[in-house]
């Protein structure tokens, strides 16, 4: 969905997709299983969490994350988990959500440029969880999104992301 979301308000919910609420993108938080850390792409300077539009034939939102992840980070991801959805309100636009996941990174490749992304190579920046939100700019959505997948990184993975390594680029 492209609109102009300058005026945009956010909403965090830990519940599933309403089913008259369209997905529009996929993104998630990847946590190395050594570090602790979390990947924060950046874009010259521009930060994101890996992710994406859903493409026709993927069987659900961990295969999106995946894919995205892949494709724009060149890393291998294990385990997923759902952790909720990011509801978008824009003025004049119908609502839509932005999914998020959570994924434990197995493996790092070599940096590409991403084969849809016109042609930009994302830099891996690997951050404590709890600095997250600050690293995006994304406000109290983010870190509602970030706590969650600190729970379910802790949980169900046993990760530690209480007590990461150093910020840093994995390049």
């Known amino acids: 969905m492209a609109v102009d979301d300058t005026d945009a308000l956010y909403l965090w919910h830990e519940a599933p997709v309403p089913g008259e609420l369209p997905v529009a993108r996929v993104h998630g938080y990847l946590i190395c299983p050594e570090t602790g850390r979390v990947l924060i792409q950046d ?32 890393v291998q991801v294990g385990q997923v988990a759902y952790l909720g959805y990011q509801e978008v309100i824009v003025p004049g636009h119908p609502p839509f959500a932005q999914v998020r996941m959570v994924g434990v990174i197995e493996a790092f490749g070599k940096r590409m440029p991403d084969p849809d992304g ?10 404590p969880l709890a600095d997250a939100a600050d690293v995006l700019g994304w406000g109290e959505p983010a870190a509602a999104q970030a706590k969650a997948a600190a729970r379910v990184a802790q949980a169900q993975w046993r990760l530690p992301v209480g007590s990461p390594a150093a910020a840093g680029y994995v390049d």
């Open 43 to 74: 874009v010259d300077g521009v930060m994101g969490l890996p992710g994406g539009r859903p493409e026709p034939g993927e069987a659900g939102f961990a295969e999106t994350f995946i894919r995205e992840a892949r494709e724009e980070n060149q």
């Open 118 to 127: 016109a042609g930009h190579t994302c830099r891996r920046l690997m951050v």
